[in-house]
């Protein structure tokens, strides 16, 4: 694994990581903050996201996993903003 951080380490949104993230996962945080309600910062928060890296190839395609928002489910979220549990 090339590269492996929380999210929110402590509570607090890492914006070093999450300028990590791809348009396509930032627009997917977006809209469920939308859908949801509430501000993107406490989606990722309550989500507790680890961004892992498995390539250094592209330093931009990080996969998240945690709990994903829209569900309550454990599951990623690839760079192309698709999700799996």
Known sequence: MAYRACL???GNLDADVFDLLTDAQQAKLCRWSIQLGKPVGDLLVEASFMV???SSADDRLMTLEGVLPHCGMY???LPD???HT
Do not use: E, I, V
Request: one cysteine or more.
């Open 8 to 10: 929110t380490p402590g």
């Open 52 to 54: 892992s890296q498995f």
């Open 75 to 77: 599951g990623a979220m």
């Open 81 to 83: 903003g698709s999700c």
